[in-house]
T-cell receptor, first 111, second 111 residues
Framework: QKEVEQDPGPLSVPEGAIVSLNCTYS??????FMWYRQYSRKGPELLMY????GNKEDGRFTAQVDKSSKYISLFIRDSQPSDSATYLC???????????FGAGTRLFVKA | DVKVTQSSRYLVKRTGEKVFLECVQD?????MFWYRQDPGLGLRLIYFSYDVKMKEKGDIPEGYSVSREKKERFSLILESASTNQTSMYLC??????????FGPGTRLTVT
């Protein structure tokens, strides 16, 4: 079993839709939960990160962490064609610098 | 603006060649990482370094070595390139356990 599971998609939605992206994990030692966005032929860029449990909001993006279920989510409101990219979840613990990445979900937002 | 640069965007090498991939960051970060990214497998850590001249093996170090002689520079070396090392190589740097800043990637093809 992989430490981090993420549905690869692709996920196709119409412009304006609410998008929900999810990851599950198995290691209860993870404390930092990140979401990266990667456009085609570019390196990933950090969108948001959360420490421990709870929600975090930044503009149209909301990150949620449910440590009891080992489940994290990223919601995108009012999705735009410019949101079309691959979204990677990532996690790390407090014992070192190693980060585990999900395989990424490919999102298409149709105009 | 933070910046991580990689020496080449695209590289084609022959089997058995020695390959050098170079990464430079201008953020004075202590930590630097080398990943490879393959479809369906996500990002896999090859090596990381938390200080000059210090290095730690990641999940897939076989066939690779690294060098960090200066804080801003982290090199990945393929001692004898093989076709199964054809991949996208991503360098990243960080100062903590959450945010990593990625370079644009080097797409390496070994023929």
């Amino acid at each position: 079993q992989k430490e981090v599971e993420q549905d690869p998609g692709p996920l196709s939605v119409p412009e304006g839709a609410i998008v929900s992206l999810n990851c599950t994990y198995s290691n209860s030692a993870f404390q930092y939960f990140m979401w990266y966005r990667q456009y085609s032929r570019k390196g990933p860029e950090l969108l948001m990160y959360t420490y421990s449990s709870g929600n975090k909001e930044d503009g149209r993006f909301t990150a949620q962490v449910d440590k009891s279920s080992k489940y994290i989510s990223l919601f995108i409101r009012d999705s735009q064609p410019s949101d079309s990219a691959t979204y990677l979840c990532a996690m790390s613990g407090t014992g070192g610098f190693k980060t585990i990445f999900g395989a990424g979900t490919r999102l298409f937002v149709k105009a | 603006d933070v910046k991580v640069t990689q020496s080449s965007r695209y590289l084609v090498k022959r089997t058995g060649e020695k390959v050098f991939l170079e990464c430079v960051q201008d953020m004075d970060h202590e930590n630097m990482f080398w990943y490879r990214q393959d479809p369906g497998l996500g990002l896999r850590l090859i090596y990381f370094s938390y200080d000059v001249k210090m290095k730690e093996k990641g999940d897939i170090p076989e066939g690779y070595s690294v060098s960090r002689e200066k804080k801003e520079r982290f090199s990945l070396i393929l001692e004898s390139a093989s076709t199964n090392q054809t991949s996208m190589y991503l360098c990243a740097s960080s100062s903590g356990r959450a945010e990593q800043y990625f370079g644009p990637g080097t797409r390496l093809t070994v023929t």
